[in-house]
């Protein structure tokens, strides 16, 4: 996922190279310094852009909460919008910032096309069945 990730997105922002990528353990023993930066779209409006801008800003905030020691649990932000919006993009920077701080991440989808071709994940419908199936 995280060469993927990488070849996807090195072409559109600036980023540390995959071998500091990977190497990034822990928050506490061994962070990679990377805050990811949302690109501007040719014919992307600066009103788009800012929004963009401030929903990434606001999923890296939950992260970092994530992160402190005392936290149990965080409401992480809904993503939504119109087709071509950005928000798969958004959630792969957010992804990339994840690893960068040396967590596991795991993504869910509403549906399950878009969570299994853009990001490596298993729908919310799909994980329901499956646990479904296990209990019986």
């Known amino acids: 996922i995280l060469r993927t990730l990488h070849g996807e997105l090195a072409e559109l922002v ?8 990977e190497s990034a353990t822990s928050f506490r023993i061994q962070p ?3 805050r990811p930066v949302v690109p501007r779209g040719r014919d992307q409006t600066q009103e788009s852009h ?32 119109r087709a071509g919006s950005g928000k798969t993009m958004l ?8 690893l960068a701080k040396g967590l596991r991440s795991t993504v869910t989808a509403i549906t399950s096309e878009r969570a299994r071709t853009q990001l490596w994940a298993v729908s919310i419908y799909m994980r329901c069945c499956r646990w479904k199936s296990v209990r019986l």
Do not use: N, W
């Open 32 to 34: 990679l310094a990377f």
């Open 91 to 98: 959630l792969k920077l957010v992804l990339l910032y994840c």
């Open 14 to 21: 600036s980023l540390p190279s995959l071998a500091d990528f």
């Open 50 to 81: 800012a929004e963009q801008v401030k929903a990434l800003e606001m999923c890296i905030a939950q992260v970092d909460k994530f992160m402190h020691p005392m936290t149990r649990a965080v409401a992480f932000p809904v993503l939504h919008g």
